[in-house]
């Protein structure tokens, strides 16, 4: 059976981690992408600094199940603590002249891998009591929604779930009310907000671009090159 945790547990969860620790920040980030945007334990390790894009509010998930990509969109809360993971403990977890990209990285400066991410997870469910481990953040985060309102098919979207005998639906999905179910329905979102659109083509866009630059062997920091930055810079030639 699948474990699906109260609200009030998923909160006690992220609440459990040192976030005077790098490793603590990095470890309550893991989580939260997991209970504030769907992820899988596998999509949390493959993260890269290529696939946060803040100015459209969105995460590029690569390969999930079925070698499917897919674009979520980034709540509030979830890119705040994204934002206060990237100041305060990437940079003690990841050498700046190493030139990893990987988001998230452990003691031996190498990217985290599933088993390490899914131990410290288990770690933090025994410490709170609950029985449980990655999934069930998954889990609690499409349950939680679903619970406050949203539409079952935005649901599946954002978890990547591709059923054959509605895979046409899932085309009038807009993202646009994609991006509301999160804002509005998700516990950990903040409702008073102001609706944004998910411009879904800026973000595949920006992606292909950073990813083409970087094949060229042109050191950018992706986190703070905006779509415009990019197609100046591709328009140039560059």
Sequence with gaps: PRVVISEAEAEKLLSLPDKSSPVGLRDRLMMALMYGAGLRLSEVARLDLYDLDFEEKTLFIRNGKGKKDRLVPLAPALEASIQDYLKRARPHLVPRRSGQTHLFSGKRKRPLSKGSI?????????????????????????????????????????????????????????????????????????SALPRLEMPIRRSAVRFTYLLKLRSQGKALDPVVYTYEKLSQRMGEGV
Aim: hydrophobic share 35%; glycine share 10%.
């Design 118 to 190: 899914g131990c410290a997870v288990k770690g933090y469910f025994r410490r709170a009591g609950l029985a449980g481990s990655c999934h069930a953040l998954r889990h609690s985060f499409a349950t939680h929604l679903l619970k406050n309102g949203a539409n079952l098919l935005y649901i599946q979207r954002l978890l990547g779930h591709k059923d054959l005998g509605t895979t046409t639906i899932y085309t009038r999905v807009f993202p646009k009310e994609l991006r509301e179910a999160v804002l509005e329905k998700h516990p950990r979102s903040a």
